[in-house]
Each structure stands twice: as structure tokens, then as C-alpha cells.
């Protein structure tokens, strides 16, 4: 039954919000949702004490019965990490939120959105087959169009949302393909049934019919965690509610893609092409957004770079085997991503929404509490010692080392440089840098501050339970290589030292190409605009002309000219060629009749 409660109590509090979303905002609402979702987190602790050495699946209720498709619950270490993870993170949130959307009219409405897209979240993680995962996956997809499109009148907001939404359902219908080839050729949507066939059906791969399944699935995590081609709409989906970001950064939408692969594990295994694929992909998307968030002016532009540049570490270790070491990631990046995206919240509030790290400086003083977390958070996702992004990150760099990927070791450990690099020009210019113009920014109340502390300390003391966690998922953890330790910690640090010498003052900023480059993004949104979009809107236009012209030729023309007739004829006091037109016009279309029902 605890599992029923972690799955149903955030979907109780999407209810009641929406009940009450037309009514005024009230704070007491807020709470009261902030309270279902801890229940939701107390009993996924529950769950975990429970279920912790069971592995099975269980049925809610059926579904589709001729295809043997139910809602059902898949039980194991997995799911069970990540309900913990999804229902803490989002508790966070929705406490944080109290704090943030205290004065939008909108606040019940936005209470309900979130419930619901942590619901659909819990869905997805905890399916026990690919149809009734994809139920989730989509739940997700459109609690994200209606977060991120949440202040829908600015129509930069909105345009936003569709992006989002759109390119995912790009993505989508490749993971649709790929969900019906899996019925095709294993009658079965179970993912436990899958496994077990796969153990033995590999020869199915000489057609490779499994090598077409696992690409087309793929495909569907690329979309969904905005990797490469697909990620243009996570940047700009930062026009939404900064509380929806963290939620989507750090616990929901875009960790689904690396959940599928993990869930997929035998599959991928088998499918030896697409995982090194995948593995490449990710190593390029790591750098890549990196490169781009080192010159980024956007306060939450440069954290979601660090998101696609860290989910790409994580497609990484799946490429290579190493789902564990990746859902390890994806559990610490979960803390601290979701800590720094809260203290950008905090940054934008204090600064009446601005965004340009440019216009800001020396908020420490005013500001100590979230300057300490945030230095906190990007310490985690730098890779220092002791901090949580310490351990998950370089065993993927160890990782990578010790499997003879060389290529893979150095552009990931070129990227952790990026990273400290960014992550620390983004703090000295908010926080240290002097600043330009006056401003009076304070500090963030006490109910946004304490929803952040748990992440605070789950950022610094996570990663010391990886042995633990490691023994619990059954995996073999990776022997630590002290040399590869002291050369990431080096890269990092010296990192770290060249953002604080560099940054102490103001940015100067040069008008380079290099520059250029990366501050439009490699203008791959812009070729988008002009290879995709622009075509797809002159034959829209075109279209839209064709069917105004068509529907007045038919209409509005042979109105004008029948009125044109008969105004004649009674202007004329022809009487008689005026019920002649009328009679002949009955006649045609009694003969019309006639033609219709005999031809």
C-alpha cells in the first residue's frame, strides 16, 4: 500500500488545487499540497524499507485486454531510488514554491500543475510495462507544455512551451514505432517479460530488428532529455515559473531519457552499435553544452547548459554499461541541480526578475545565505571533494578510463574543466564581482531557504553512501584509481582558481567569432528557423490563402453574383426572368440530386 500512496497523494493534491484554481490564491493550499507530497516522500521512504530486496511487478487494474496491457507497478532497486528521489525533490519544490508565486493570481493553478506533473513522473518510474510507461512519458510532456507556458499572454513564454512540446512529440513518435516493433516481435509490453525473452532471442539481432528497436527508443530519450538535435527547447524553456525548472532539471522530464535506457538495460546490452552511440552522443553533448554555457549572460540559461552537459556524463556511463553508475548521477545531479536553480530563483526575486549576470555583482553581502548554498551546489556539480558530484562524476571518468575509451576519458575530462570554469564565473560575477547599478536585493524568506536545506545537505553528504548504494542495486562498484582522482580534482580546481582570478572584477567581454559562436549557440536555432520553420510557415500561409480563395470562389463569389442577377432583374421589373432564374436553379439542383444518387 505505500506505494499506492507515494503514486496517489500527488494526484490527490493536483485535485484539490484544481478545485479550487478559479478561487482566490491561498498560502494555506500551497501548504496543504507541500504536505500530501512529504506524505508522498515518507512513504517512498517506507516503500524503500519495504520492497528493498524484492524484485517483481504487480497489477492495479487492466487496461487494454486483447494486447495483454494493464497499469501495473514494477517493483525494484531502481524504481525505488527514484520515487525517493522524485517525491523529495518535488516536496522541496513545492515548499519553495510557497515562497516564489506568493503573488501570482494563478497560484492554486499552478499547485495543481505541479502535482500533476509529479504524478505523471511517478507513472513513468514506476511502470512495469513500456505502454503504460509511455502514459507517464506523455503525462510528463504536457504538465511541461502547461508549466513552462504557465504565463501563456507573453508570447515568448508561450512560443516556448510549443517548442518544448513539439519537439518532443517528434521524439515521441520514434519511441511509438518502437513500442509497437517490441509488440510485434515479443507479444509483450512487460518490461520484466522482455528481459527474460532477450536472455535468449538474441539471434533475432541478425535481422536487426533489435538494433531498430533499441535506435527508435533512443530516439525518444533524446527528445526527452534534450539531447542533440533535440535540444533547443530546454534552454528557451527557462521562460517558465523558475520552480518548474527545477522540477523539470532535476527530478522529472528530462532525467526520463536516462531512466528509459537504465529501465532498458538488457535491451542495450544486446544492441552493442546503439550503446556506443549513445555513449559518443552524450560525450559530445557534454562538451557542447558546456562550451556554450562558458560564455552564456542568462542566469538560468548557463544552469540549464550544466543540465544538458551533465545528462550527457550520464548517456555516457549508459553507452558504456554502466546504468548504476549513471543512476547515481542522476541521483546526485538531482540534489544539486535542483539547489542551484532554487538559488536562482532567490537571485531573480532579490533582482526583480533579471536575469543578465552582467547587471549583477556583490550580492554576497546582501545575499549570504543563498551565495553559500549556491557555492555549495556548484562545488557538487564542479566535482570537489567531498561534494556529491565528486563521486558520481569520476566514476564515469574512471569509468571511461578503465574500459580503454580514451577518447571519451579526455573530452569528459576537458568538460569537467568547463564545468568548474562556468560554474565559478557564473558565482564571482553574481555574487563577488562589483556591481554597476544600485539595487537593494535581499535575502529569501525563511520558507524558500528552508526548502532548500535538505538539498543542501543531501549536495554535500550524498555521495558518501555510494557504497551503499551500489551494494543495494546489485552493481559492482568501480575500484577507486587514486591517480585519476587527483587528476580530475586538478582540472577542476585549476578551474575554479582561473574563474575566481578572472572574474574578481567585471567580465571584459571580447567581440571574437569563437565568442560569437557560442553566444547564438552555434545558430543551430537559427538554422532551424530557416531550414524548418520558415518553409513550414510560407506553406502554411500558402495553404491558408488557397483555402480564403477556394471558399470564396465557391461562396462568396456566387453570392455576389446571384444578388448581382436578381437585384438587376427587380431594378429592371423583370418579374418574369427573375422566377425563370429561380426555376432554373431548382431544376439544376434537382438534376444534381438525380446525378449523386445514381451515379
Excluded at 544492441?271 to 553544452?289: E, K, M, P, R
Amino acid at each position: 500500500m505505500s506505494l499506492i500512496y507515494t503514486l496517489f497523494l500527488p494526484l490527490f493534491s493536483a485535485l484539490v488545487a484544481a478545485f479550487y484554481s478559479f478561487s482566490p490564491k491561498n498560502k494555506l493550499l500551497g501548504y496543504f499540497c507541500s504536505y500530501l507530497l512529504f506524505l508522498s516522500f515518507v512513504f517512498a521512504l517506507i516503500s524503500l524499507y519495504l520492497y528493498a530486496n524484492i524484485e517483481g511487478a504487480f497489477v492495479l487494474a487492466p487496461w487494454i485486454s486483447t494486447i495483454n496491457a494493464n497499469f501495473g507497478i514494477y517493483v525494484d532497486s531502481t524504481s525505488l531510488a527514484m520515487i525517493c528521489v522524485v517525491s523529495l525533490v518535488a516536496t522541496c519544490v513545492h515548499f519553495y514554491s510557497i515562497y516564489y508565486m506568493q503573488n501570482d493570481e494563478k497560484f492554486n493553478k499552478f499547485f495543481s500543475f505541479l502535482g500533476l506533473f509529479v504524478f505523471c513522473m511517478l507513472i513513468l518510474v514506476l511502470s512495469d510495462n513500456i505502454l503504460f510507461m509511455f502514459v507517464g512519458w506523455e503525462g510528463v510532456g504536457l504538465c511541461s507544455w502547461l508549466l513552462i507556458g504557465f504565463w501563456h499572454t507573453n508570447t515568448k513564454y508561450s512560443k516556448a512551451a510549443n517548442e518544448a512540446f513539439i519537439m518532443n512529440r517528434i521524439s515521441d513518435f520514434a519511441m511509438l514505432l518502437g513500442i509497437f516493433l517490441i509488440y510485434l516481435n515479443f507479444q509483450t509490453f512487460s518490461f520484466f517479460h522482455l528481459s527474460s525473452m532477450l536472455s535468449y532471442i538474441e539471434l533475432l539481432n541478425e535481422d536487426n530488428t533489435l538494433t531498430l528497436i533499441a535506435a527508435l527508443l533512443f530516439v525518444g530519450a533524446m527528445g526527452k532529455s534534450a539531447q542533440f538535435p533535440f535540444h533547443t527547447w530546454l534552454a528557451n524553456a527557462m521562460a517558465g515559473p523558475t520552480p518548474v525548472s527545477a522540477l523539470i532539471h532535476a527530478a522529472t522530464m528530462v532525467t526520463a531519457g536516462v531512466y528509459l535506457l537504465i529501465r532498458l538495460e538488457p535491451l542495450y546490452t544486446l544492441t552493442t552499435q546503439v550503446s556506443y552511440f549513445i555513449a559518443c552522443l552524450g560525450a559530445f553533448v557534454a562538451i557542447f553544452a558546456a562550451s556554450m554555457a562558458v560564455v552564456a549572460s542568462d542566469l538560468k540559461r548557463i544552469i540549464a547548459f550544466s543540465t544538458l552537459s551533465q545528462l550527457g556524463y550520464m548517456f555516457v556511463a549508459c553507452g558504456l554499461g554502466a546504468y548504476k553508475i549513471a543512476l547515481f548521477h542522476l541521483i546526485t545531479h538531482a540534489f544539486f541541480k535542483a539547489l542551484l536553480f532554487l538559488g536562482a530563483g532567490n537571485v531573480m526575486h532579490a533582482m526583480n526578475d533579471e536575469l543578465n549576470i552582467h547587471k549583477m555583482g556583490a550580492l554576497f553581502k546582501k545575499m549570504k545565505i543563498t551565495a553559500i548554498f549556491m557555492i555549495i551546489a556548484s562545488l557538487a556539480l564542479s566535482g570537489i571533494y567531498p561534494f556529491a558530484g565528486f563521486f558520481s562524476k569520476d566514476l564515469i571518468l574512471d569509468y571511461s578510463m578503465h574500459t580503454e575509451h580514451y577518447i571519451l576519458y579526455a573530452v569528459l575530462l576537458f568538460t569537467a574543466f568547463l564545468t568548474a570554469f562556468y560554474s565559478f564565473r557564473l558565482l564571482m560575477l553574481v555574487f563577488f564581482a562589483p556591481s554597476t547599478d544600485k539595487n537593494h536585493a535581499h535575502e529569501a524568506n525563511f520558507v524558500a531557504l528552508f526548502a532548500m536545506l535538505p538539498l543542501v545537505i543531501l549536495a554535500i553528504i550524498a555521495g558518501f553512501f555510494h557504497t551503499k548504494f551500489f551494494a543495494f542495486t546489485n552493481a559492482q562498484e568501480l575500484k577507486s584509481d587514486y591517480l585519476l582522482i587527483a587528476i580530475s580534482l586538478l582540472v577542476a580546481l585549476s578551474a575554479i582558481v582561473l574563474a575566481i582570478f578572472k572574474f574578481r572584477k567585471k567580465e571584459k567581454q571580447c567581440s571574437c567569432k569563437i565568442r560569437k559562436l557560442l553566444e547564438n549557440e552555434y545558430y543551430i536555432a537559427a538554422f532551424y528557423e530557416l531550414i524548418f520553420i520558415n518553409p513550414y510557415l510560407k506553406f502554411s500561409n500558402f495553404m491558408r490563402s488557397f483555402e480564403e480563395n477556394l471558399y470564396s470562389l465557391i461562396f462568396e463569389d456566387s453570392k455576389k453574383f446571384i444578388l448581382s442577377l436578381s437585384s438587376k432583374d427587380c431594378k429592371d421589373g423583370h418579374l418574369t426572368q427573375h422566377i425563370m432564374f429561380i426555376f432554373a436553379f431548382f431544376v439544376l439542383l434537382i438534376l444534381s440530386i438525380l446525378v449523386v444518387m445514381y451515379a
